[in-house]
Every structure is written in C-alpha cells, then in structure tokens.
C-alpha cells in the first residue's frame, strides 16, 4: 500500500468551528489531492498541490482552503464547518514518470461530521 | 441516480463465475483511463490502468478494455471471489501534459455470492 496516512480518521464538530485534517505520505509524491465523496456524486476534488507551497482548486473548493509546507504534509482546513461538508474526505498522491503521470493512490479517509 | 454506497448500479455474481462492469466515459479527449476498487470503510485501491493508445491490457485476473468510439470502458474479472466483492469505478484523465486530474464515475457495486 501506499504510504498514505490521514488524520484524524473521525471526528465530529459543530458547526461554525476550524477543522483541519491532514495528509502524511512517505512516497515523496510531487502531487496531493483532496476529495471529499458523497452519495449521488462519487469523488469530487476540492483542492490539489503540484509541489511545496503550490496548490490550485479544484471543482468544489468553496469553503475550504489547504497548505502545503513541505513535500509530506498537505493540509485542508475548514475555517468554518457546516453541516454540507458532512463527508468522507480522503487524500490521494501521485507522480509523474517517464511515461506520463502515474494512477493516484488513495488514503483510507477521514469521516467528517458536522453537526 | 447513481451514488457511493446507496442506489449504485449493482453487478451479482456466483463465485467462480467472470464479471463485466461498464463504465461510459465523457470525453473523447481524455487519454488516460483508471479502475479503481472501493471496499467499505477503505480508500479506493488502484487496479489497472489503459492508456488511450491502446484497446486492451491485462493484469491477474484482471483485463481492461477500452472502445474510443463510443466512449466505453469495461472491467473483467475472471473467477471473481467473495474478496472481490466492493465498489468499482472508473477515473479519466483529460489530455495535456500538464493535466493530472482525474474525473471519476459513481461507481458499480459488486456482490459476489459464495
């Protein structure tokens, strides 16, 4: 399996408080990824990283926000939780090789719920 | 609709037997194709890949066929087993060299009966 680790795996908050989940991987993948899914809509990306300090959205970004400091570490924050980002979020890696960009690998998730 | 765990189109099969699961895809210009395997309480797990230059690759037990012209993509599984019971889904990835995001299908839920 990849080295992907995810914390924390759940965690239940209110609405209208900080919540930040964190991505580890061991692979020194240049990419990371954040996606939440959800009943009726599969995987959907919320923001990813092409390298340290470099991060763009992706098609659900609204409402959350993410960092990345270092290679190993990417970071998505909801700055204030609401009860639409009930989720599972999970984080994914990826590199680029000789022959073109290679499959993401997934974390396990973090069950989020917002109360 | 389709949805992650709740009214997925569903695939049931006999163990032993070999397993078809279709994906339409959206773009004709995504030159990458991925299937992924979702076990309950668990990350998707990677399980083969294509490339839009080709029509077929195989794995163990696995075979991934793609058909350009009319967008289709298929997933075997030969002598499927009560393990490999999960969701399955599709992932595409659109040209360009600097395009690494995937856009993935809602999935199939496979139940293999032993």
């Known amino acids: 399996d990849a080295g992907i680790t995810q914390s924390p795996r759940h965690k239940v908050t209110e609405t209208g408080t900080p919540v930040t989940l964190r991505c580890h991987q061991t692979?020194?993948?240049?990419?990371m990824y954040w996606y939440r899914q959800d009943p009726g809509h599969g995987l959907r990306l919320i923001h990813y990283?092409?390298?340290?300090?470099?991060?763009d959205k992706g098609e659900v970004s609204d409402g959350y926000s993410v960092s990345r400091s270092k290679t190993e570490d990417f970071l998505l924050t909801l700055e204030s939780a609401t009860s639409s980002q009930t989720s599972v979020y999970f984080c994914?890696?990826?590199?680029?090789?000789?022959?073109?960009?290679?499959?993401?690998?997934f974390g396990d998730g973090t069950r989020l719920s917002i109360l | 609709g389709e949805s992650v765990g709740l009214h997925l189109p569903t695939l049931s099969v006999q163990e032993g037997d070999n397993s078809i699961i279709n994906c339409a895809y959206s773009?004709?210009?995504?030159?990458?194709f991925i299937w992924y395997k979702q076990e309950s309480g668990k990350g998707p797990q990677f399980i083969i890949d294509?490339?839009?230059?080709?029509d077929k690759r195989q794995g163990q037990r696995v075979t991934v066929l793609l058909n350009k012209t009319v967008k289709h993509l298929s997933l075997q599984i030969a002598a499927t087993q009560p393990g490999d019971s999960a969701v399955y889904f599709c992932?595409?990835?659109?040209?360009?060299?600097?395009?690494?995001?995937?856009?993935f299908g809602k999935g199939t839920l496979l139940t293999v009966n032993p």
């Open positions: 773009n004709s210009a995504s030159d990458y």
């Open positions: 994914a890696i990826s590199e680029r090789g000789a022959g073109g960009f290679q499959p993401q690998h």
């Open positions: 992932a595409e990835r659109g040209s360009g060299g600097s395009n690494y995001k995937l856009t």
């Open positions: 990283s092409y390298g340290v300090k470099d991060t």
């Open positions: 294509i490339r839009s230059n080709m």
């Open positions: 692979e020194n993948h240049r990419y």
